[in-house]
């Protein structure tokens, strides 16, 4: 007794020095700033992009509003800060006659930068939005490079083709006014058209859009001089823009929608000309002036204060207990730089989509833009980072589910968070998509009260199980033509557009969407199991068991899936998104054979040296499928962090951190994006160069990409909190481990580190 008794007492105070010395540990680490390990903003930025290599320009956003840059030097298009909108382009810079092309251009998240070489002269065009204000300001450089003096004209249109509304819907597709001076939603190819001829110097050429003259004419605007500014009103809503002069022209004016400044210097070589000025817009004159007035005043301390204010922001947005977010981005600590690149993108993407001036809520994230979704954020993109989203900001989370609840998903992809309706069509993903963004919130919060809070006619714990059983409402299961059992499963229907929109075959029962059926009444049951709802458990279970194995029927071989259609009829499809949902929720559910042969399709038909493609090459389906986000020339980068996902759960996470570092290079042309396609000679093959999409009106940035840092939290350090169990993964292999920390991960309103001790991650709370 006594030697037991010995024993116990040893084993206390070896248990009590582990703990000190983790506890030492944490007190030592304090003392080190964390935040050595996160990049600055300028390095974290894009890097100089040559313009014949780049589809889509560099954007500017500034928490309120957004806008792309056009091929010239000065001209922003698809300006957009609600309730204020533009129609047409703010007017382009010549150089003796000529507008110059942009031969470079830089993103980073406070500016865009543009240069050109004309004629011996070096432009330096910067652009920056004022942060959570009204204004956007221009510095342009020139510069005299050659070796003898120059005589320069310089001309500089400024066009305030800009409405104000207030009422009616602003859908993702957000209202504008069109070239008559209406309201329009329709997404004009010809603006588009505009935009890559800015730089069409021949104005005797016919074009399918109006020329900068008439636009300036415009009968629907007036327009004012005071000194050194020009004020704009628009004829048929409230707005008012302002263009303001900060370096003095030599002659200034004025047209019914603006004006034009000239500038003519003599430039000895290697001397310089800096040409300042802004647009700013409001709906009250008087207050319009005032702001004009100021800023023309302090015009360089308030240019400077863009890149502070972006730096302040980033810097917050990885405190604990920060006045920007309610947790916090978890800090990775890492000297592979690949890794902290990539991871850091998916942090600069999500600060980059934050705004904070719409009435719905008071921090929003949007989808994407520009062109589209001013004050749209989508279930789907938001959902595939909501694991992560639960660690960031879980007061605005939570706050954002309530009123989500309420939009019927049949009916709406989506919010619009300036008038509060729902948007855009259902998809079949949408309930999955609700279901994750739910679970992800309770379990990383530990707010199982939530599931009793009544919204509507339902508690959310109703409103998840109706989210997990609503394949019953789908099913056509006994009807003509579906007599078989295997029917007794969702069937999505004949609309490519309720599925991947743009494939074809893609349609009726898909494997993915009932996976993610079959994932969520597995979870339900854990939740009821919780609630010891015991019978309710194991009805759901039972039923997930008999949908699990109609599904596995439905394996083609060669590591792809068929859909099946009515009369018996299977399609094959070898697309990505089975894969992924195999991989996230059935991974132990089918095969190692299986799993093998799901690689040797990734590996062979999909990935490439440096991204993907969504959809085979050798797919039926490929040549009708052509878009660069969902089909065979390029990938959705929401599909990244998703099939990173998958690959860990069937084992293969050293091959996902592997294609994590992989992918770096994409990072170069700026933050995440809807798509980037596969282009170049070499399209076709593994070595085809990728570049963020345009073609198919693709989003210059968008925030499905954020899940790729989550793939680091989750796949790497295994945080994935389960309903009432253990907040770590328990997989074999851990290619992170050695070379990698996490700092400052938000859970049950405490701070964690995640390190490795003894090969598996390991939780250590901070003291913040």
Not at 18 to 42: F, K, Y
Not at 276 to 288: G, I, W
Not at 569 to 589: C, M, Q, S, W
Not at 725 to 732: G, I
Request: with cysteine; charged share 20%.
């Amino acid at each position: 007794m006594k030697y037991y008794l010995k024993t116990i007492v040893v084993l206390i105070i070896l248990i009590g020095l582990n703990m000190s010395l983790i506890s030492c540990e944490t007190q030592a680490r304090s003392n080190v700033s964390v935040a050595t390990n996160i990049p600055t903003i300028d390095e974290i930025s894009g890097k100089w992009i040559a313009s014949d290599t780049m589809a889509i320009e560099p954007s500017i956003r500034n928490f309120r509003g957004q806008a792309l840059l056009n091929r010239d030097l000065t001209s922003i298009s698809w300006f957009v800060s609600a309730p204020f909108s533009g129609g047409h382009h703010t007017g382009t810079l010549k150089i003796n006659g000529i507008t110059p092309e942009a031969s470079h251009f830089r993103w980073q998240p406070y500016q865009a930068l543009r240069k050109a070489t004309v004629n011996g002269l070096e432009i330096h065009s910067s652009t920056r939005m004022l942060v959570e204000d009204n204004a956007i300001m221009w510095e342009i450089d020139i510069t005299n490079k050659s070796n003898e003096q120059k005589s320069v004209q310089i001309d500089l249109d400024m066009i305030g083709y800009i409405s104000q509304y207030e009422d009616g819907n602003w859908n993702w597709w957000y209202p504008y006014p069109d070239w008559d001076g209406k309201r329009s939603e329709h997404r004009n190819q010809a603006i588009e058209d505009m935009r890559k001829h800015i730089t069409l110097n021949h104005t005797e050429q016919e074009t399918n859009w109006p020329k900068d003259n008439a636009i300036l004419n415009s009968p629907h605007f007036s327009t004012h001089k005071e000194a050194q500014n020009i004020y704009i009103q628009d004829k048929n809503t409230p707005a008012i823009s302002a263009f303001s002069l900060v370096t003095k022209p030599d002659s200034l004016s004025v047209r019914n929608c603006g004006g034009k400044a000239k500038w003519n210097v003599t430039l000895a070589s290697g001397k310089s000309k800096t040409i300042k000025y802004f647009l700013s817009y409001n709906n009250n004159l008087e207050t319009l002036k005032t702001q004009t007035q100021n800023w023309q005043n302090t015009f360089d301390t308030a240019f400077a204060s863009v890149k502070t204010k972006w730096e302040d922001k980033w810097q917050n947005l990885f405190k604990p207990n920060n006045s920007l977010v309610s947790g916090c981005f978890p800090v990775l600590e890492t000297n592979d730089e690949k890794v902290k690149r990539v991871y850091y993108t998916g942090a600069i993407t999500l600060l980059y989509l934050l705004n904070t001036n719409l009435p719905e809520h008071k921090r929003v994230y949007l989808t994407g833009g520009p062109r589209w979704g001013a004050t749209t954020t989508f279930f789907w993109d938001i959902a595939i980072w909501s694991e992560l989203w639960a660690v960031v900001d879980p007061e605005m989370m939570k706050e954002h589910i309530k009123s989500w609840i309420e939009i019927n998903p049949n009916l709406h992809y989506g919010k619009d968070n300036f008038g509060g309706k729902g948007v855009g069509n259902g998809y079949s993903a949408n309930y999955w998509c609700l279901f994750r963004i739910i679970r992800a919130y309770i379990v990383t919060t530990g707010d199982y009260k939530f599931l009793d809070e009544k919204i509507g006619t339902k508690t959310v714990m109703e409103h998840l199980e109706s989210y997990a059983l609503n394949w019953q409402n789908l099913s056509n299961y006994g009807k003509k033509g579906y007599e078989s059992e295997l029917y007794n499963l969702a069937d999505f229907g004949a609309n490519p557009a309720n599925l991947l929109e743009c494939v074809p075959t893609y349609v009726h029962i898909v494997p993915s969407f009932n996976i993610g059926y079959v994932w969520m009444m597995r979870e339900t049951a854990k939740l009821h199991y919780q609630k010891n709802n015991v019978a309710k458990a194991k009805t759901l279970e039972k039923q997930a068991k008999a949908m699990t194995q109609s599904i596995l029927k439905l394996y083609a071989g060669k590591g792809v899936w068929n859909s099946l259609y009515p009369n018996n009829k299977t399609v094959e499809v070898r697309h990505v998104l089975d894969f992924i949902y195999f991989g996230k929720y059935l991974a132990n559910d089918v095969s190692l054979d299986i799993r093998n042969e799901m690689m040797g399709f990734l590996n062979t038909e999909l990935r490439t040296d440096s991204w993907m493609r969504a959809q085979s090459l050798k797919d039926i389906a490929a040549k009708d499928s052509d878009r660069p986000d969902h089909g065979p020339l390029g990938s959705f980068d929401g599909w990244i962090p998703e099939v990173m996902d998958a690959m860990s759960n069937m084992d293969y996470t050293t091959d996902a951190l592997s294609f994590y570092r992989a992918i770096e290079p994409v990072t170069y042309e700026g933050c995440w994006a809807q798509a980037r396609e596969l282009w170049g000679d070499d399209k076709l093959n593994k070595t085809a160069r990728v570049r963020i999409a345009d073609r198919g009106w693709n989003n210059r940035e968008s925030s499905s990409g954020i899940g790729i840092s989550q793939v680091m939290l989750k796949n790497f350090f295994g945080f994935y909190p389960e309903i009432h169990k253990a907040s770590l993964l328990n997989y074999d292999t851990w290619p992170i481990n050695g070379n990698g920390i996490l700092h400052h991960v938000f859970y049950k309103n405490n701070y964690y580190r995640i390190e490795f001790i003894e090969n598996k991650p390991r939780m250590i709370k901070e003291k913040h």
